[in-house]
């Protein structure tokens, strides 16, 4: 079946240093990924969603100088959370949608990253 | 703005019984509804997919339904065993599908 495969699983940083998260599709082509965002007890929020070769689009209230997205090839979209804040920790996940597939098949999604600023 | 809700929040259950969850949506205009499991920090594992044209859709022990008009979707899980114990969460794709609105989740355990 169709593998998103996220990294780190789980990282911890300092206050005011940036990290990187990276999303890979192993088996198939994406030219969309998502990436979402839980807090404990919540559920997911969509941040934004990244598209191969352009501009990601995020949604209201995601600072988008804050977290840069690059989706440089079919199987790679990469989230970097820039001088993060500890209310930047959270679990952040991604998915993404076989290309070849059909247009109504269901997304696929990592196993997430669990980020602790502190 | 989508909204989704999902009842009961947590429910626990013996091994072997039968049980529903809930989810209801504000916004009928839906393109699909999702259902996925999620265990304790871990990522989502899709159960069932139900287009907006279909009612219901089955995969083993797992029945999903699906009432558009009504903003309203159900998952039962028949006979159920310790190994379902996880989150289950509802949702709802707009547009394309491809942007889902989720729910807060149902925490289920079920105790041997």
């Known amino acids: 079946g169709a593998v998103v495969s996220q990294h780190p699983s789980w990282v911890i940083c300092k206050s005011g240093t940036s990290v990187k998260i990276e999303c890979r599709s192993l088996d198939f082509q994406a030219t969309t990924m998502f990436w979402y965002r839980q807090f404990p007890k919540q559920s997911l929020m969509l941040m934004a969603t990244?598209?191969?070769?352009?501009?990601?689009?995020?949604e209201q209230g995601v600072e988008k100088d804050k977290f840069l997205i690059n989706h440089a090839s079919l199987t790679l979209s990469t989230l970097t959370v820039t001088s993060a804040h500890p209310e930047d920790s959270s679990f952040y996940i991604c998915?993404?949608?076989?290309?070849?597939?059909?247009?109504?098949?269901?997304?696929?999604f990592g196993n997430g990253t669990r980020l602790t600023v502190t | 703005k989508q909204e989704v809700t999902q009842i009961p929040a947590a429910l626990s259950v013996p091994e072997g019984e039968n049980l529903v969850l809930n989810c209801s949506f504000t916004d009928s205009a839906i393109y699909n509804l999702q259902w996925f499991r999620q265990d304790p920090g871990k990522g989502l594992t899709s159960l069932l997919l139900i287009q907006s044209s279909q009612r219901e859709q089955t995969s083993g022990r797992l029945n999903a339904s699906l009432d558009k008009s009504s903003g309203r979707s159900t998952l039962y899980i028949a006979a159920s065993q310790p190994g379902d114990s996880a989150t289950y969460l509802c949702a709802v794709g707009e547009t394309s599908g491809s942007r889902l609105t989720f729910g807060e989740g149902t925490q289920l355990t079920v105790n041997p």
């Open positions: 998915s993404a949608r076989d290309v070849k597939g059909p247009y109504n098949s269901p997304l696929h």
């Open positions: 990244s598209n191969e070769g352009s501009k990601a689009t995020y």
